[in-house]
């Protein structure tokens, strides 16, 4: 070790790239030897006054400076950029680099063994391209879901809202159940956090009840149907849970994430408990969810009624951003949210009629929206602020 | 119920279908005798059917029932489109007027035992309101204001005031999903066999198919068994349309929904493709039918699942596009692929 030759990294305190007005002792020594010949006659003179030079003469043509300035560059080239002169730029690039470029692409995307995922990445855009996947009754697609939507909402979730997810142990790890969430956020964002967060701890997916408009609608409807959304009527209520399936529902609906900013986090009424009597027939347990945070992502601060009529849809949002600063008034602010799912509520010990008890059902209904509202009041309380 | 001398009538017997049913029947040994129907005669081969020329729209079919002494009758004349018949009025009137004057027949007729009526799914409409799978209790969430679906309607109402007035005669009445099959021509196979498929764009139905030779079959079991009632009848499992349109390897073109109208109606003048207004409907949002009912009631189960028969369908059908599909295998094919990948081809996924 001791006779080991000492190779020096960087520049010595001199200069180096970047810094300071020569080029680093590097860059000097890559440069070619015929150029500064070339350009002899400009070896004090600064880069700046030169770069500035070449503009000057033709102020004119204002609109073509890039046909223009193509021949200044030669000017500036010895002390400007020596280190991209050396490349073969005439020839092309030969066919063996090419692939290995690709080669090292692939390795870099895919990791170490690169051929086998490359392969089973194509094995899927064909199964998508020829169309032999598999779809459901509702038109559920696991694939699209699991490798596309799921991926693309998980760094969302994970990142931008910093999902906090409690009482995951509440929903059972199969059979039928029904969670039931307050909704809230102008967009149903709320509903796509809650199927993400709920796949990645579990890894059952949520299947979400819709509102007709969600199915009316070109592009969302059918993205819906994708992922696993079916309409929110009993029939398709029944039969999902019946199934074993695990089921969203928002009984807010439109009321509830269509809500002005000023009313944050106060539960709406809860439809007509459709809900509750579906969980009843078929039996399975009722777990109430609190999202806080999905109020701040857009707040609702106004709405146009007369175009939202004109339109046949519920609102037209006016967020303090969305209409003023157009597309970009899209990102949703990066509130902090926590979800807590609360207790099972279980349905499975009411006698064969209750579901067509009508009081009952409302006592029930009031029961998940206490429990839903009190918890969003703690979550509340816990939470630092809205950002963090 | 199967005696020796069972007589069956079959109308609608100059359509394809009902010509294959009536062939089939007559095979059978249980029947002794298959008379088959229609005001035209049928083009293609009716082996031992003894066909009588008789238009269903007037009371001659009565004379037919009761001089045949016809105990089973198999209705399978309601036609969904108008087609080489005329226009929409003649559609309407074989449809309505002629199911009430074979119905108004089968009551006078004393011998009758069984009325076994082909309806469609389409009787539940399509809309965005839909469940995702129709039993056969619901109602359509719309009902039909004209057209095919209409037509149906009014059927079916017929059927059932007969099921009333007779309670003697079975009457069982088969919903079934969109036939399909190499040798059936329906607007929803004109519509597939056209070179690029035309879509409504951001909407993707949900589809399900009935093979051809399983709704024979499903005929003639009906025919021979002892249950009556109202039954949906389909493959197994569902279809996309944008998933059916990409087996098919064609080339499909998204058109907004306020367009598709316009192309269907010069598709329609090309004699390309039928794009009824319920058609269009049905390619946006698409249905489901629950076949429970099918398999515990009816003890029916079709050979082909939608897939299977989706896929029978499009075997003789040469591709007109999948050229990424092609690319894409070329590119496997260049990698040594050590695991084992699913075989795309291979699968047949329900």
Redesign the interface.
Same mark, same amino acid.
């Given at each position: 070790m001791a006779d080991a030759e000492i190779i020096p990294i960087g520049t010595r305190g001199r200069p180096g790239r970047g810094t300071g007005t020569q080029p680093s002792s590097a860059a000097r020594s890559l440069a070619p030897r015929s150029t500064p010949s070339k350009t002899a006659a400009t070896p004090s003179g600064q880069p700046r006054p030169a770069a500035k030079a070449a503009p000057q003469p033709k102020p004119k043509p204002k609109q073509k400076p890039a046909a223009k300035a193509a021949p200044a560059p030669p000017v500036v080239e010895p002390s400007r950029a020596p280190t991209t002169t050396d490349v073969p730029t005439a020839d092309g690039i030969p066919a063996a680099d090419w692939l290995a470029a690709i080669q090292g692409a692939a390795a870099e995307v895919f990791g170490q063994d690169w051929e086998p995922q490359l392969a089973r990445f194509l094995a899927f855009l064909r199964r998508r391209v020829a169309g032999s996947y598999r779809i459901d009754e509702y038109g559920f697609d696991q694939e699209i879901t699991e490798r596309f939507l799921m991926a693309a909402l998980r760094p969302i979730a994970q990142k931008w809202f910093r999902i906090e997810v409690r009482g995951i142990e509440n929903i059972p790890l199969d059979g039928g159940a029904l969670v039931v969430s307050n909704h809230s956020g102008t967009i149903p964002v709320d509903g796509l956090m809650t199927m993400v967060s709920i796949h990645d701890e579990i890894g059952r997916f949520l299947r979400p009840l819709g509102a007709d408009l969600v199915f009316k609608m070109p592009f969302v409807g059918s993205m819906a149907r994708r992922s696993g959304a079916t309409l929110a009527c009993t029939e398709d209520a029944e039969r999902m849970l019946s199934g074993g399936e695990l089921v969203g529902v928002w009984p807010e609906g439109f009321k509830g994430i269509g809500k002005p900013y000023a009313e944050r986090y106060k539960l709406q009424r809860f439809g007509r408990g459709g809900f509750v009597s579906a969980a009843v027939r078929t039996g399975v347990p009722i777990i109430p969810l609190s999202v806080v945070g999905a109020e701040e992502i857009y707040p609702l601060v106004g709405n146009v009624p007369s175009l939202a009529r004109l339109l046949g849809v519920p609102y037209i949002p006016i967020t303090p951003f969305f209409p003023l600063l157009g597309p970009l008034g899209l990102v949703p602010l990066p509130s902090k949210w926590l979800l807590e799912f609360g207790e099972p509520i279980r349905t499975d010990e009411f006698d064969a009629g209750a579901a067509d008890d009508p009081m009952l059902v409302f006592n029930v209904t009031d029961q998940v929206r206490e429990t839903i509202q009190q918890t969003l009041y703690s979550l509340l309380m816990k939470r630092q602020s809205v950002f963090r | 119920m199967a005696s020796a001398g069972r007589v069956v009538l079959v109308t609608g017997v100059s359509r394809d279908l009902g010509r294959k049913f009536a062939r089939a029947a007559a095979a059978d040994p249980d029947v002794s005798r298959v008379i088959g129907v229609d005001a035209v005669p049928p083009r293609g081969d009716m082996g031992d059917v003894s066909f009588v020329r008789a238009d269903i729209r007037n009371p001659v079919i009565a004379k037919v029932i009761v001089k045949e002494d016809v105990d089973t009758v198999v209705h399978m004349s309601v036609i969904s489109t108008p087609g080489s018949a005329g226009g929409r009025n003649t559609m309407k009137e074989l449809n309505v007027i002629g199911t009430m004057q074979l119905l108004a027949a089968c009551q006078k007729a004393p011998g009758l035992r069984a009325l076994i009526v082909k309806s469609t799914t389409t009787v539940y409409g399509a809309s965005? =309101? *839909?469940?995702? $799978?129709f %039993?056969e209790d $619901?109602e359509p969430r719309r009902s039909a204001r004209s057209g095919y679906a209409k037509d149906v309607a009014e059927v079916e109402g017929y059927v059932r005031g007969f099921a009333r007035r007779r309670p003697d005669v079975r009457v069982a009445m088969l919903r079934a999903a969109n036939v399909i099959g190499p040798g059936v021509t329906s607007p929803l196979t004109s519509y597939f066999r056209l070179p690029v498929i035309p879509t409504? /764009?951001?909407? *993707?139905a =949900?589809l399900q198919f009935l093979h051809e030779r399983d709704l024979l079959d499903v005929l003639r079991h009906a025919t021979h068994t002892d249950v009556s009632g109202t039954f949906n009848v389909a493959g197994d499992?569902? /279809? $996309?349309l944008?998933?059916? #349109? =990409? =087996?098919l390897?064609r080339p499909s073109i998204g058109l907004?929904?306020f367009a598709v109208g316009n192309v269907g109606s010069v598709l329609r003048s090309a004699r390309m493709a039928d794009f009824s207004p319920e058609q269009t409907a049905f390619l946006t949002?698409?249905r489901?039918v629950d076949t429970t009912r099918m398999r515990t009631h009816l003890g029916f189960e079709p050979s082909y699942s939608t897939a299977e028969a989706f896929a029978d369908f499009a075997a003789p059908l040469a591709a007109t596009g999948?050229r %990424?599909?092609r690319v /894409?295998?070329r590119?496997?094919e260049r990698?040594? *692929?050590?695991?084992a #990948?699913?075989a #795309?081809?291979g699968? *047949?996924?329900?």
């Open positions: - | 965005s =309101r *839909d469940p995702a $799978m %039993t $619901m409504v /764009l951001g909407h *993707d =949900r499992g569902l /279809l $996309m944008s998933q059916a #349109v =990409r =087996r390897q907004p929904s949002y698409g489901g999948g %990424t599909d /894409l295998a590119l496997a990698l040594p *692929d050590p695991d #990948v699913p #795309v081809e699968v *047949d996924h329900g």
